[in-house]
């Protein structure tokens, strides 16, 4: 996957709190999408990158192993010279040690004045969506992704991840409208109907919801966030058995995630009754 920090937030999206009217309400809690640095670090894009060659290939790898001898690696290199390619390794290495902030504002910025060709600054771009995401500043991924999209429109991960930005601020309308155009280039995303499904759920679009709950478990039959999703479906149509069961699968499915997290919330309310809710 292009993006794992997608997922991360995707437990996020798709079990944010419950909007329904008088008693009776589910409430899910929504974490906040900053998570640790070792869970969400976003994998430099495949080629294009903003460089090539064997610094850029050893700063790279180093990121998955360890942050600092990365980020050292990235310092020494723009000292001599490294350029954009430096810069960019500089930059994921400060997100991997935690400071997502940071590391979003510096993305953004060498997105904006590289050199490079549309994809690879529109990949940079993207990364910096991410970590404004990570550091729970949800406007500045929308605008990210927005300017990623200006130099790549049809990138349907580009469209996935404005729709999550725009999920985490609540406008859903407008994530449906990105998942639909995703979906109409890659009709098998199996994430971005979930996402598109907690969408419907939002604006109590209950049938929408479970049609693309169920094809993107027919895609994709260990999607744990699938799981969760149709959980919660499944719970404010009065079926608590399959809501727990479902919940009960995602946990075994993605265990120590924020994914099963949000999954044993969910399932100590539903212990808990209706006088909980």
Same mark, same amino acid.
């Given at each position: 996957?292009?993006?794992?920090?997608?997922?991360?937030?995707?437990?996020?999206?798709?079990?944010?709190?419950?909007?329904?009217?008088?008693?009776? @309400?589910? @409430?899910?809690?929504?974490?906040?999408?900053?998570?640790?640095?070792?869970?969400?670090?976003?994998?430099?894009?495949?080629?294009?990158?903003?460089?090539?060659?064997?610094?850029?290939?050893?700063?790279?790898?180093?990121?998955?192993?360890?942050?600092?001898?990365?980020?050292?690696?990235?310092?020494?290199?723009?000292?001599?010279?490294?350029?954009?390619?430096?810069?960019?390794?500089?930059?994921?290495?400060?997100?991997?040690?935690?400071?997502?902030?940071?590391?979003?504002?510096?993305?953004?910025?060498?997105?904006?004045?590289?050199?490079?060709?549309?994809?690879?600054?529109?990949?940079? *771009?993207?990364?910096?969506?991410?970590?404004?995401?990570?550091?729970?500043?949800?406007?500045?991924?929308?605008?990210?992704?927005?300017?990623?999209?200006?130099?790549?429109?049809?990138?349907?991960?580009?469209?996935?991840?404005?729709?999550?930005?725009?999920?985490?601020?609540?406008?859903?309308?407008?994530?449906?409208?990105?998942?639909?155009?995703?979906?109409?280039?890659?009709?098998?995303?199996?994430?971005?109907?979930?996402?598109?499904?907690?969408?419907?759920?939002?604006?109590?679009?209950?049938?929408?919801?479970?049609?693309?709950?169920?094809?993107?478990?027919?895609?994709?039959?260990?999607?744990?966030?699938? *799981?969760?999703?149709?959980?919660?479906?499944?719970?404010?149509?009065?079926?608590?058995?399959?809501?727990?069961?479902?919940?009960?699968?995602?946990?075994?499915?993605?265990?120590?995630?924020?994914?099963?997290?949000?999954?044993?919330?969910?399932?100590?309310?539903?212990?808990?009754?209706?006088?909980?809710?």
């Amino acid at each position: 996957m292009r993006r794992p920090v997608r997922h991360v937030l995707l437990g996020a999206f798709a079990a944010a709190a419950l909007s329904a009217l008088g008693a009776g @309400v589910w @409430v899910v809690a929504t974490p906040s999408p900053a998570r640790t640095a070792e869970e969400t670090l976003p994998t430099p894009p495949e080629p294009p990158r903003l460089a090539d060659g064997p610094e850029a290939q050893r700063c790279l790898a180093l990121l998955g192993l360890d942050a600092e001898a990365a980020h050292a690696f990235a310092e020494a290199w723009k000292e001599q010279g490294g350029g954009e390619g430096a810069q960019h390794c500089r930059a994921l290495s400060i997100l991997a040690l935690g400071q997502p902030m940071r590391a979003a504002e510096m993305l953004e910025a060498l997105a904006a004045r590289s050199q490079a060709g549309h994809a690879a600054r529109a990949a940079v *771009f993207a990364q910096a969506a991410q970590a404004f995401l990570m550091a729970g500043e949800s406007n500045r991924a929308f605008g990210a992704t927005t300017l990623a999209l200006t130099l790549t429109p049809e990138d349907a991960d580009l469209l996935i991840d404005r729709a999550v930005a725009l999920g985490t601020l609540g406008r859903y309308r407008e994530a449906i409208e990105d998942l639909d155009r995703a979906l109409g280039r890659d009709p098998d995303r199996a994430e971005a109907l979930v996402f598109r499904a907690a969408s419907w759920r939002h604006l109590d679009r209950r049938q929408e919801a479970a049609r693309d709950i169920e094809r993107a478990l027919a895609l994709a039959p260990d999607n744990p966030e699938a *799981f969760l999703e149709r959980g919660i479906l499944r719970q404010l149509g009065g079926d608590a058995e399959g809501a727990r069961e479902d919940w009960e699968r995602a946990i075994a499915l993605a265990p120590d995630t924020p994914t099963a997290d949000l999954a044993v919330q969910n399932l100590a309310l539903n212990e808990a009754g209706p006088q909980r809710r």
